[in-house]
C-alpha cells in the first residue's frame, strides 16, 4: 500500500522517469555531436580518445566533453537549478551516467 503525501508533487511519477529517459537520450546525441564537430573542426583534436583536453594532474572519469554536452542538454532541457539536476541524475540515473561528476565539479 503506497502512503500519498499531501505536500507531494502531484506530478505522476511515470512523467519524471520519462522526462530524465529522454534527457539521458538527448544527453548520449548532443555527446556524438560534440565529438563530430571536434573531429570535423581540426585534423589535430585538441581532446585524447577518452574526450579530455589534455593537462597535467589527475583526470576525471567523466569526461571535459560529457561536461560540454551536460551544459549543453541541461539548458536545451530548461533546468535552472543544478541541484535539482544532479539529485535527480544521482538519484534516477545512477545506472546511465556511473562516472558523473559531482554538482561542485560542474560549473556553467
Avoid: W, Y
Amino acid at each position: 500500500m503506497q502512503i500519498i503525501n499531501k505536500s507531494m508533487p502531484t506530478t505522476p511519477l511515470t512523467t519524471i522517469t520519462l522526462l530524465m529517459r529522454n534527457f539521458i537520450t538527448n544527453f548520449v546525441r548532443i555527446l556524438g555531436i560534440c565529438k563530430n564537430s571536434l573531429e570535423i573542426v581540426s585534423m589535430h583534436s585538441s581532446v585524447n580518445a577518452f574526450g579530455n583536453v589534455p593537462r597535467c594532474g589527475v583526470v576525471s572519469k567523466f569526461s571535459d566533453l560529457e561536461v560540454v554536452a551536460l551544459g549543453i542538454t541541461t539548458e536545451v532541457f530548461g533546468f535552472d537549478s543544478e541541484n535539482l539536476l544532479f539529485h535527480r541524475l544521482h538519484n534516477e540515473c545512477k545506472e546511465d551516467l556511473p562516472n558523473l561528476i559531482s554538482r561542485r565539479q560542474f560549473n556553467t
